[in-house]
């Protein structure tokens, strides 16, 4: 007994030690692990409708697909797991949508009894990356170090009283559409769990077909999906200075405003491309066409969900929806991609070149160039990804290079839309899909500070030479 209590103690005080030493590495081990556990519960008999073991492929994309909030599938979602099977998958997403950084400040709360400062900071760099890279990083940023108790109370809170909320207001549309009252209870609930985490499962074979023109329900789908991907941190400071728009983080003010923008232009572009697709909107009548544009806009931002058969938009409509993918949503949102921040630093970089600043300059702010530079690897490394990804997936499949290339992305940035491709993969490539969207959601950021976290601090600098660059 005292032996075991001995390798108990061993086991814990190492997990300590891993919380403190380097949490964004505990961070990706818990993120990994729990893929693993899921994978397990995936493929039991009784999570399948058949009641038969499911192929360990499908079970593994079903886990990371599920932890990482993403949405695509190899299996039909609605009919191929059991009520046991739609549990785990609800059960999953929920976990997945705390974050990587956050999930793991949890866990390093409960086994250390408190937060440590490294975990503190770790914790704060979910809702600013920055704090893990090195350099000066101004505390009024985001959210300041003494609040990151106030910040998992607000994830935690929010999550719930957001998704209630949500659900509240989708089981009438369900109840109006035909589904039984006692089926719309859990239906209600998790279509609300699966619009804010931005994961785009539907718990009806139908999809949103039955929904199609019932605006309010699709509104409050977008709704949801809008607060899930502006991130935590902007809900925090939302909650905390509400209107007060001149008080608000500068992290917030460019969330919030080029989500709306993206959302406003992706919409118009949309409608542009695809008014005269017979197999799209072509049919519809001008409220339903632009509805449904800027429905899509919506959820090519992470939401996953869809009313259109996304294989039927034209190339230059699918060339459309891989940018708004790539950019995703709010840092430390439920949302994936290279983020909106990242977007909006480097635009507000070219135009403050253009005007011959000798800084990044907004809203009465300067943006420090390490933060320049940390927004171009996340870009670069994103590409990386998503190029690799689709050269080893196209080579394996012989695929359309298009169809590749948006399942890629729509995996990378956790999205969820498909062609129709990634439920035709074989199983190495259903793998390095697998691989990608376990990249792109624990994040470019968070990988770096995790292998840097031995890095050691260079005490002097080279000589400077200019090459020619352009």
Not at 369 to 376: E, I, K, T
Not at 415 to 435: K, N
Request: with cysteine; aromatic share 10%; proline share 4%.
């Amino acid at each position: 007994m005292s032996t075991l209590r001995a390798i108990g103690h061993g086991f814990m005080e190492f997990f300590r030690d891993l919380t403190q030493r380097s949490p964004a590495r505990f961070a990706i081990i818990i993120f990994l692990s729990l893929i693993l556990v899921f994978t397990g519960l995936f493929s039991l008999p009784v999570a399948a409708a058949n009641g038969q073991v499911t192929p360990f492929a499908d079970a593994f994309f079903t886990a990371v697909s599920t932890i990482c909030v993403t949405g695509l599938a190899t299996v039909d979602m609605a009919t191929h797991w059991s009520p046991f099977g739609h549990v785990l998958v609800f059960i999953g997403v929920q976990i997945g949508a705390l974050g990587v950084l956050t999930l793991a400040s949890i866990l390093g709360l409960v086994i250390s009894r408190r937060l440590g400062l490294r975990a503190k900071l770790i914790a704060a760099s979910d809702s600013n990356p920055l704090r893990t890279h090195a350099g000066p990083v101004n505390e009024g940023q985001t959210v300041q170090l003494g609040q990151i108790g106030s910040l998992l109370a607000t994830v935690a809170l929010s999550t719930l009283v957001i998704e209630t909320i949500i659900a509240i207001l989708l089981y009438p549309g369900l109840i109006v559409a035909g589904v039984p009252w006692h089926v719309a209870l859990w239906e209600a609930p998790f279509y609300a769990a699966m619009s804010f985490t931005n994961t785009g499962f539907t718990p009806n074979a139908e999809g949103l077909a039955p929904f199609r023109h019932d605006y309010f329900f699709l509104t409050v789908l977008m709704a949801g999906v809008f607060l899930g991907s502006i991130g935590f941190p902007v809900i925090y400071t939302l909650l905390r200075q509400r209107w007060r728009v001149r008080r608000w983080s500068l992290h917030a003010k460019l969330t919030v405003i080029t989500t709306v923008t993206l959302f406003f232009l992706g919409g118009v572009v949309f409608l542009v491309l695809e008014y005269d697709n017979l197999l799209t909107l072509g049919t519809n009548d001008a409220w339903d066409t632009t509805f449904q544009a800027f429905f899509l806009s919506a959820m090519t931002r992470s939401g996953g969900f869809a009313i259109l058969d996304i294989g039927q938009l034209n190339q230059s409509s699918l060339l459309v929806a891989c940018m708004l993918m790539f950019v995703g949503g709010g840092s430390a949102s439920t949302a994936g991609g290279i983020k909106v921040t990242t977007l909006a630093v480097i635009a507000l970089a070219v135009v403050s070149e253009a005007k011959g600043r000798a800084s990044n300059q907004v809203f009465g702010r300067r943006i420090p160039s390490d933060v320049l530079r940390v927004a171009l690897s996340v870009v670069a490394w994103g590409s990386t990804i998503v190029a690799i990804s689709t050269i080893i997936i196209t080579q394996i499949t012989k695929a359309d290079l298009g169809d590749v290339l948006f399942d890629v992305i729509s995996g990378f940035a956790t999205v969820g839309l498909s062609t129709g491709l990634t439920a035709q993969l074989p199983d190495p490539a259903i793998y390095v899909l697998a691989i990608t969207i376990v990249m792109g959601r624990v994040g470019t950021v968070t990988l770096a500070a995790a292998v840097a976290a031995s890095s050691r601090s260079q005490l002097y600098s080279l000589p400077v030479e200019r090459p020619i660059v352009g």
